[in-house]
């Protein structure tokens, strides 16, 4: 029996000892488990360099990228030559080396400058998503970065979150740059800037050489198309109960588009949600309901036609009177300034700024337009000897000269219009295409170079009767004036490195000083052949300002003509 016990627990133990053995050495491998880990590229600069994994470099990848990186590669692996630690990703499903100091854990830790100094001067927004301003940084300021809205996916950022003196807020990254040096350059590729440097302040209006001249990118939506000629009929508020009358008309007469009016002063044309807030006595005026003016503009583009929306922003009857505050007005009793029996809100205040622009915003995205156009965005013309006697108080707050508000107004707009997908045009005086900056603060290469469509108003019998020594009185022969303004226009086009399209407005009413004119189809074709033989020929809109009906039937043969 002891026998049998013994080797009972002899096989135990030799059965034992082998399991023991094949465990130790025939032991079945479990791979640990990699864990991957989303990190996140970082720099000061917009991208940086990948390399292979024998240290070669590769390709570069913008910062703000999503990576994966294997947490058991996130040892400490020293390249000799240059002592710097690298980490293994994957990305685009491939691997890659990267310097462990260009990697994050988070998307809003990847922007590292923290300083930028502004070139092109740029609006201090009060938050990131919003229109409203906080103030402004001149060229050549310095701003300390601490945040920002988004990262695009070239590694740029949409807008910086800076400190500014006492402010926090946000401008947009485009209008900064590096270094003091290259903040107080101005733009001068073609050696234009030397040209805009020689018009100096003769008129009150500013100098061309403290204009910004920077190339602005022109937007092309997809959803959008502007055609390249537009043949425009104006309407204003008050004719929209007939729109079917004039959308037959159009389309009998080789006309696409349509400038219809948003805003005219003291004709809001809708009861607008914006007007209801900032500007009630405007929401009280207006010719049209919401729902009418948007079911109105929804038929006209449903009809096929391109649609402006007309704003007239610093002359403003209504919103001059609810906000005295931002208007210009007489310095010594502090009464509202009437100019040619109107009140204007002044051109160097932010608020009249924002209240433009929301209105422009809520235009594209409630009712439709295809374009924003910007009508008396200037100051008030012939007030020289008042603003020199102290007259006027125009409530310059950031001692602009005129031509920089209008300038500056017209980036702000067109960042804010452009984000919802529409054009910006801007109506300019036939005078703005001369050789010096207008008293009232337009000129027109600071601003064709910003908007993507300027719409100058050369109107025949505004003109002196013998302009540019032409022998006749002038609107008496229209295809001679309008070529010979026009090659004024052409000349300022290459002024600048991003013209706009010109798409010019005509006369389509009869003459209204002696010689008194009838303005038929004939003159009508005069002014737009002599516009385009001239090389303006983005198109030309109808100025009457009653549309009247009747005249755009009687002039309609100008309109079939092939220019």
Known sequence: MKKVIIFIVTILVVVSLFFIMKNIFFKKVIPKKIVEKDMYIASSELSVQLFDLEYNETEKIARGTKVKVFEKDLTNENNEEDNNTYIKISYDEKEYLILKNDLVDELQNTVLETERFVRTPASIYKDSENVDLLGIVKKGEKVEIIGFDKILSDGNVSKYKIKYNDIEGYIYQKYTVNTLDEA??????????????????????????????????????????????????????????????????????????????????GSPSYASKVMEELSPTNYSHAINSFGNYQAIIKKLKD????????????????????????AIVNSGNGALFSHNGSYWPSAYQRKVWEFNVKLAKEAVTEMGFNEIQFDYVRFPDRTYKLEENGTMNMRNDYGEEKAQAIQRFLMYACDEIHSVGAYVSADVFGES???????????????????????????????NAHDFGISEVVWTVPYKLMYTWGTYAANRQKEIPTPAIVRTWVQAYDTIKSPYIVYDSSKISDQIQGLYDADLKGGYMTWNSGSSLVKYKYIAPSFQKEY
């Open 433 to 463: 295409a001369y050789t010096y900056v207008a008293a009232y603060g337009q000129y027109w290469p600071s601003i064709s170079n910003v908007v993507d469509v300027i719409s100058a108003m050369p109107y025949p019998d505004h003109f």
């Open 184 to 265: 107080k350059q101005n733009y001068d590729q073609d050696g234009n800037y030397q040209i805009h440097l020689k018009r100096t302040d003769i008129y009150g209006g500013g100098s061309g050489g403290n204009l910004d001249y920077f190339p602005y990118q022109k937007p092309v939506f997809d959803n959008n198309i502007m055609p390249s000629e537009v043949r425009s009929l104006y309407l204003n508020g008050g004719v929209l109960g007939n729109v079917d009358e004039y959308i037959a008309l159009a389309k009998q007469s080789n006309i696409n588009a349509f400038v219809v009016d948003i805003k005219d002063s």
């Open 303 to 326: 009809n096929g036609f391109y649609v402006i929306g007309r704003i007239t922003v610093f002359k403003d009857q209504y919103f001059a009177q609810d906000h005295p505050e931002y």
